[in-house]
C-alpha cells in the first residue's frame, strides 16, 4: 500500500469520525446567542480524500517556499468555507474570541480617519501605534488608494465614510497603490448609532437609522411622537450605508407602520422556514413614509425596506441597495476556533430574494458629487412629501 493512500484511509477516518460542534450561535449579523445543538456528518467519499492527499503531497514536495503541515491544514479549511459564498469564513481562536465580545447591532469604524489633502488623494490620519492598522504597517500621512476594490480619488467624503463604517467585527481591505498587496482590517472602533432625528424646513421628519438595534422600533416611535404625527407631512428614513443589524429591530421597525402581512421570509436547509408577520395595528396608519437607500444599504435595513415596498406602505427613493440577504450562524470548534458560516436565506413579502439582488428604489436618485448633502436630502424629503 502506497504511503498516500495510508494518509487516504487516515484522514477519511478522521473526516468522519471527529467529533461535533459544542454549540452552535445565532447570529442575524453580528453577535451571537449560544445554543448546543447535535449535528452529524456525511461520509467523506474516499476518492475524494485521495485526491486531496495528492494535491496536498505535491503543495509540501514542491511549493517554493516552505510550509508546515500546520499552515497548509490551515489554508484548506479557510479555502473550504470561503469558497462558499461571500460571507462564510474560518474564525481562528484569537478572531472568534474578538467577535464574540462584540454586542448586537454595534456599527463600527477602522482605527484611523482619512483626510483629502492638497495633492487630492485620502490619507490616513488619528493612527496610534498601539492600534491594530499600526501594527499591520500602517501609517500617519499614508495615501490610500482603494478601500474594498473602490478606488478613493473618485468619492466624496460620505461615501468614503460608508466604506470604513460596518458591522462591529466585520473585515474590510486597504490597498495603499496600485501595485501594493491589500491589507485585511477589522472594524473594531464602536460608531455612535442613536437615531438622529431632524424637523425639516416642510414639517417632514428626517430620521437617520445607521444600524438597526434592539431599541430601534421603541426609538423611532418616542421621535414620532415627540413631533406631533398629524403634523407632520411626512417620515423620511435614512438607511443608507446601514449594514443591517438585528432582523427582529427591522421586523418590529416595520410592524410599526404595518397592520397586516409577510415581513419578512427566511428559508433554511438544515432549520426549516420561518414567517414574520405584521402584527393588527392602527398606530402610525395615516403616516406618508419615504425610505432613502443607496448600495451601502444590506441586510436588516433591505429586509424592512423591501416590506415597506411591497407592502406600499413607503416610497423608496436612492439607490439599488447592497444585496445581503442570509441569515448566519456561528459554529465553535474544540480548538477554540469557529466557523461562521451561512445557514438561512432572506425573501421578501412577495417571495424575492434579496442575496445578490438588493432592492430597487421606487425612484432612482443618487447623490450627486456636486450636490451639498443637505440639499440632497431636503429634494429627497420634498419627492416624498409629494407623493400622493
Not at 467523506?44 to 503541515?69: A, H, M
Not at 454595534?106 to 489633502?117: E, I, R
Amino acid at each position: 500500500m502506497t504511503q498516500h493512500l495510508k494518509c487516504a484511509i487516515s484522514l477519511t477516518a478522521v473526516f468522519m469520525c471527529c467529533g461535533p460542534a459544542i454549540g452552535a450561535v445565532n447570529e442575524t449579523d453580528t453577535a451571537p446567542d449560544f445554543d448546543e445543538v447535535e449535528q452529524s456528518y456525511p461520509e467523506v467519499p474516499v476518492e475524494s480524500i485521495q485526491q486531496f492527499v495528492q494535491i496536498y503531497g505535491i503543495v509540501k514536495d514542491n511549493y517554493v517556499d516552505n510550509k508546515n503541515d500546520e499552515q497548509l491544514f490551515q489554508q484548506a479549511i479557510q479555502g473550504l468555507v470561503s469558497g462558499l459564498d461571500r460571507y462564510s469564513r474560518y474564525l481562528s481562536p484569537e478572531d472568534y474570541k474578538q467577535l464574540v465580545q462584540y454586542t448586537d447591532g454595534d456599527l463600527a469604524s477602522v482605527d484611523f480617519n482619512l483626510n483629502y489633502d492638497n495633492q487630492r488623494q485620502w490619507t490616513i490620519q488619528g493612527l496610534k501605534p498601539e492600534a491594530d492598522a499600526y501594527k499591520q504597517g500602517l501609517r500617519n500621512g499614508v495615501s490610500v488608494f482603494k478601500i474594498d476594490d473602490q478606488e478613493l480619488r473618485k468619492l466624496n467624503r460620505e461615501q468614503v465614510n460608508a466604506l470604513l463604517y460596518g458591522s462591529i467585527g466585520s473585515t474590510l481591505s486597504v490597498q495603499l497603490g496600485q501595485t501594493t498587496k491589500p491589507i485585511s482590517l477589522v472594524r473594531t472602533k464602536k460608531i455612535e448609532t442613536d437615531i438622529e432625528a431632524q424637523l425639516l424646513h416642510n414639517q417632514v421628519l428626517l430620521l437617520k437609522v445607521r444600524v438597526f438595534q434592539q431599541d430601534t422600533a421603541n426609538e423611532i416611535k418616542r421621535l414620532i411622537e415627540e413631533n406631533n404625527p398629524s403634523r407632520l407631512k411626512a417620515v423620511l428614513i435614512d438607511l443608507r450605508n446601514n449594514p443591517g443589524g438585528l432582523l427582529s429591530a427591522a421586523v418590529e421597525t416595520a410592524d410599526l407602520f404595518l397592520n397586516q402581512g409577510i415581513i419578512v421570509t427566511t428559508k433554511s436547509r438544515s432549520e426549516g422556514n420561518q414567517q414574520f408577520q405584521a402584527l393588527p395595528s392602527s398606530e402610525f396608519q395615516n403616516l406618508k413614509v419615504g425610505i432613502l437607500i443607496n448600495t451601502r444599504s444590506a441586510s436588516a435595513a433591505e429586509v424592512f425596506t423591501a416590506a415597506m415596498k411591497e407592502h406600499r406602505r413607503a416610497w423608496v427613493v436612492g439607490e439599488k441597495s447592497y444585496g445581503k440577504g442570509v441569515v448566519q450562524k456561528l459554529f465553535p470548534l474544540s480548538n477554540g476556533a469557529a466557523l461562521q458560516m451561512t445557514v438561512s436565506h432572506y425573501y421578501t413579502p412577495s417571495g424575492k430574494m434579496i442575496e445578490g439582488v438588493g432592492i430597487q428604489p421606487d425612484q432612482l436618485y443618487p447623490l450627486q458629487h456636486d450636490m451639498k448633502e443637505e440639499t440632497y436630502l431636503e429634494h429627497v424629503a420634498e419627492i416624498v412629501a409629494n407623493r400622493r
